[in-house]
Each structure stands twice: as structure tokens, then as C-alpha cells.
């Protein structure tokens, strides 16, 4: 059986062209909170069309569309008109999809924004057409997909906007989308580029007890994600929760993610903890019964620590008041055991009280890589 081993102020690059449709009475005007319904539309969902409409206004957009180098604005100004013609014909979800993605700055070209600034106009500009593009999606009859719902969650994770993605995290719940590893990650992104910000004194109260709300909940998720011992959680939601870990201050959970998701037992950091182990047993069975004969699916190597996620572990213990658990820990995390030592074997009964024993038939065991 194969057993793995233990293998850092919103401007754009290029100022945003000015949009003389952003003043007009033509334009969404929607407030910088986003609340709960966040892509919520009351308006009544017509039949959708399986073919592009033919007007002159949305023929000025598919050409918009079709040119690789037309402006984000251009593209929002004529989807503007052709929403606001009172006969306009209802969009195939495709043709707005691409309209989502073609009306905001691409992700790469984001920096984060200075929130001191009450509203930021970029994040605002930026969060206002992702909301009406969806708006209209709905208002068309057609229901966006959780990959929409990640490109807006992309966006705010980029931003920073931890509120923004919350909201739009808490629309997915309620669409009835399935929450996935991606979906928690992004929204753990937004907080962690949110707490590399700079935090005014006024604002400290505020900020920390909605990431704690934030944090609380997406942890939770996660865990339940994990129960399901086939499915393997990234390292980078991996590190994003134990940053997310920091903010919370839940050892009893954190110690269930380190265990479930580094295979690190901080009570025994020499040994693969039991709930590691049954889930490396699992995603083996699963493979091997999903083609049967077939060879068992490569392993994939356990998450190596970061140095934020050491830090965070350390940090945890030594505020818990388990100084003998951080030192272990410290030592062994960064100076593992020879394998030669290690007694780290799936193979053992798991009633047994006493250590596990070592397979003999079985030449490879786990061990720590050196943090470097």
C-alpha cells in the first residue's frame, strides 16, 4: 500500500477608462453594501431565447463581444442600452456569461484597494456591474452557474472585499448551488487579502468581528466538506483556513483540520494521527473499486507546512496555554525523525491501545520535510 510523504490602495495597472455612461440616468445605482439578495432579482423571468436577438443594439454588443480588444466599458455601455430598450429581446445566459466576464477589469490587473476610502469608486464600479449583469441574467430567465458565482467571487477575493464575498458566498447557499472547496477557498482569500490591508483604529471593532462571523462559518463548512473521507482538500485551502484559524482562536478545530488535512497530530507529532490514516484508506479504496483490476491511484503527498501555517500552529498552542505541545511540536515539524524511526504504518489494528506497528512488507514510510 502506498503511503505518502510529507513533501508568502485599489489602483489598476492601467488607470480605468472614464465612462460617460456611469452618469447617466441610464446607469445601476446601487449602494456600496451589498446585501443579502445580493443577486436576488424581482423581476419576472420570461422565457429565455435559444437564439440571439437581432436588433441593432444587440448586434452593436455581439460585435463588442466577437473583438478581442473592445473596452470593458464599451462592452458595458452597449449592454446597458440593449437592457434598458423596453422591447429588447430576452439574452441567452451564454451571451451574458460573456458579458460578465468581458465588464470588469480582469483579476490580474487588480491591486488592493485602500479602504479607507468610504466607498472605494473602483471597488464600487466594479461590484455594481457584476451585480446588474446578474441582475438582468435573472431578469431573462436564466439562472447563473456556480462558475459565474466563482468569476464574482474571483473578483472580491481579489479585491479583498471579504463582505462582498461572504454575501455572494451566502447567495450560493441559498440558490441551492453546492458549496465546493473552490467556493470556500475564494472566500477565505478575500479575507486573508483583507487583513493584509491596512486597519484604521475606528475600524478595528468592526472588521474583527466580521471576520470572526466570516471565519466561523467557512471553517465549519470546510470541516463538514472533509467528512466525505474520499475527497482530498487543497494545500492552499489548507493554508487559507489555518490563516482563517488565527481570527477564530479554535484550537479543538484546528487541531481536526491539521490532523484531517497535514496528517499532524500536535499531541503525537511523531505519528500519522488515525483520522489521516483512514482517510488515506479510503481515497485508495474508492479508486481501487471505481475500475476494478485496475492499479491503485497514486497517493497524493501530504501538504507540506508553510511557514504562515507553522507560525499559525505555534501561535495556537502557545496562546492556548500548551507550551509543552508547541516545543514538540516546533522540533519535530522542523526537524522531523529519520524514517528509519518512524512508525507511521496504515497497517494496524486501530482497537489496539498500545503503538502502531511498523508493516515489514511495506519499505516506504512518511516523514517531514524540513521547512526551508
Request: aromatic content about 8%.
Amino acid at each position: 500500500m502506498n503511503i505518502p510523504v510529507r513533501s508568502a490602495s485599489t489602483t489598476l495597472t492601467d488607470q480605468p477608462e472614464t465612462s460617460a455612461q456611469a452618469n447617466s440616468s441610464m446607469a445601476p445605482r446601487l449602494s456600496f453594501n451589498i446585501g443579502p439578495g445580493f443577486f436576488s432579482s424581482s423581476r419576472s423571468s420570461p422565457t429565455s431565447s435559444r437564439i440571439w436577438p437581432t436588433t441593432p443594439e444587440s448586434a452593436e454588443l455581439r460585435v463588442l463581444l466577437l473583438r478581442p480588444g473592445s473596452s470593458i466599458n464599451a462592452i458595458y455601455e452597449a449592454y446597458l442600452r440593449l437592457m434598458n430598450n423596453t422591447f429588447h429581446l430576452p439574452l441567452p445566459r451564454t451571451m451574458h456569461q460573456v458579458v460578465l466576464r468581458r465588464s470588469v477589469w480582469p483579476i490580474h490587473r487588480i491591486k488592493l484597494p485602500d479602504f479607507s476610502l468610504q466607498p472605494d469608486q473602483f471597488v464600487v464600479r466594479q461590484e455594481t456591474r457584476l451585480r446588474e449583469v446578474i441582475f438582468q441574467m435573472r431578469a431573462d430567465g436564466s439562472e447563473p452557474t456556480l462558475a459565474d458565482y466563482h468569476f464574482v467571487l474571483e473578483q472580491m477575493a481579489a479585491m479583498g472585499h471579504q463582505r462582498g464575498a461572504y454575501n455572494v458566498y451566502m447567495e450560493i447557499v441559498k440558490s441551492g448551488h453546492k458549496v465546493t472547496e473552490r467556493t470556500i477557498a475564494l472566500v477565505l482569500l478575500a479575507l486573508a487579502r483583507r487583513h493584509k490591508m491596512r486597519i484604521y483604529d475606528d475600524h478595528i471593532g468592526h472588521v474583527a468581528a466580521e471576520s470572526y462571523g466570516i471565519s466561523e462559518r467557512l471553517i465549519g463548512d470546510l470541516l463538514t466538506l472533509q467528512e466525505d473521507l474520499t475527497k482530498r482538500i487543497s494545500p492552499m485551502c489548507l493554508d487559507l483556513a489555518c490563516r482563517a484559524f488565527k481570527i477564530t482562536g479554535s484550537l479543538d478545530k484546528f487541531t481536526t483540520m491539521l490532523k484531517l488535512g497535514y496528517g499532524v497530530d500536535v499531541s503525537q507529532p511523531d505519528y500519522l494521527p488515525l483520522e489521516f490514516i483512514e482517510r488515506i484508506q479510503a481515497i485508495q479504496k474508492a479508486m481501487t473499486n471505481k475500475v476494478a483490476g485496475a492499479p491503485l491511484f497514486p497517493v497524493p503527498e501530504i501538504p507540506k507546512f508553510s511557514t504562515h501555517t507553522l507560525n499559525t500552529t505555534l501561535d495556537m498552542l502557545g496562546r492556548s496555554g500548551k507550551p509543552l505541545q508547541m516545543v514538540s511540536a516546533f522540533e519535530v515539524l522542523t526537524n522531523p525523525l529519520p524514517a528509519s524511526t518512524r512508525r507511521d504504518s496504515y497497517q494496524y489494528d486501530a482497537w489496539e491501545d498500545d503503538e502502531p506497528e511498523k508493516d515489514p512488507s511495506n519499505s516506504a514510510s512518511a516523514s517531514l520535510p524540513e521547512i526551508g
